[in-house]
């Protein structure tokens, strides 16, 4: 039996509620804090007093928002459309992590060139760079070499383009779609199935086949709770 989206929770999925923006904006501002060590503010971020941090937080929000911008619009008729916006805001995040990236590297080389900093250019996973240049901009381009810090956005197009399905079984079978969301979690968590780096070994520091389990309680809680 389907549970499809109710008639009256239409209204309010359509609409856009900016405390989610306000939360959004919170979990952002959370992890920018986390990642600037030595800071009296990041004893105070709630990483430290709970089993998650704000990238949850991010994931969650980002799960919700979905299903607040294209919940009411995924039916028969609209689901070509929806699915075309969702992938075009994947791909506009795409090309803000190259943008951010290639920026983080000019910021770097110029404090190794101007302030005569060269271990500048060892940090942040930019060393490989310096050693193999053609294949880890390459990899920059395919995603498969990131920066440190600079990651959270390619799981977030992932997810993006893989949301559409998300959204269809999600609203039809909540409980079977978090089902198979959260056994995809475990597995992936035990046998570290991931997409692949490239040119260096390893995988993507945050799994999108582990983070849609967050993304999709998102979606389940905004289109069913």
């Known amino acids: ?19 989610i923006d306000v939360l959004r904006a ?16 990041e004893n105070w971020t709630y990483k430290n007093f709970g089993f998650s941090d704000a990238a949850e937080a991010f994931v969650l929000i ?18 070509l459309l929806a699915t075309l916006k969702m992938w075009r805001r994947a791909g506009v995040l795409y090309i803000a ?4 990236t290639m920026v983080v590297i000019a910021l770097f080389c110029a404090a190794a060139l101007f ?11 930019i060393e490989p760079l310096m050693k193999n240049t053609p294949q880890v901009l390459l990899g920059i381009v395919t995603l498969g070499h990131q920066l440190g810090y600079n990651n959270i956005l390619p799981v977030y197009a992932a997810l993006l383009l893989a949301a559409p399905a998300f959204v269809l079984f999600v609203s039809h079978r909540p409980v079977t779609a978090l089902i198979v969301s959260g056994l995809l979690w475990l597995v992936a968590g035990i046998w570290q199935i991931a997409p692949p780096n490239y040119p260096e ?19 389940a809680a905004m289109l069913h709770v």
């Not at 919170?26 to 503010?41: E, K, M, R, S, W």
């Open 115 to 125: 302030a005569h900093r060269p271990e500048m250019l060892t940090m942040i996973n």
């Open 1 to 19: 039996m389907t549970t499809p989206v109710s008639n009256e929770r239409d209204k309010r999925i359509g609409e856009r509620d900016t405390r």
């Open 62 to 79: 980002s799960g919700i928002s979905v299903a607040l911008a294209y919940g009411t619009k995924f039916k028969p008729g609209g689901r």
């Open 201 to 219: 070994p390893g995988l993507w520091f945050l799994n999108p086949l582990s983070w849609q389990f967050v993304f999709n309680i998102g979606l």
């Open 97 to 100: 992590h190259i943008v951010i």
């Open 26 to 41: 919170l979990a952002l501002l959370t992890i920018f804090v986390d990642h600037v060590p030595g800071t009296v503010f």
